[in-house]
């Protein structure tokens, strides 16, 4: 027999659920909102440099480059977290810089 004490976990797993549902939703629909727009723009730079993939990686490295030494901030944050948007926002550049050559070497495909 279970006692309301025992059905205590499961009720809090449902409503952390049922709480979370809205959250997870928004979080799907902006990844996908992202790697659609990122797909785009890796194919739409790998057209534009098709036949210049050297002018691409030295646009890149000059953004990527700026990126590591100047922050813009868009809102009040303390040095750290500047700093460390700043890093992740190189990264980020690194990665576009790396699936648009992958596209590059491959002629657009896939």
Do not use: C, K, W
């Amino acid at each position: 027999m279970t006692t309301p004490r025992d059905e205590q976990p499961e009720r809090m797993a449902e409503l952390f659920e049922r709480l979370a549902e809205p959250f997870h939703t928004e979080l799907m629909e902006q990844s996908a909102r992202l790697s659609a727009q990122r797909y785009l723009l890796e194919m739409l730079y790998a057209q534009q440099f098709l036949n210049q993939p050297e002018a691409f990686e030295e646009f890149m490295e000059g953004a990527i480059d700026i990126a590591r030494t100047s922050s813009r901030r868009t809102e009040p944050m303390s040095e750290d977290v500047a700093l460390e948007l700043q890093a992740r926002v190189a990264t980020q550049l690194q990665r576009f810089r790396e699936s648009v050559v992958q596209r590059l070497e491959q002629g657009l495909g896939e």
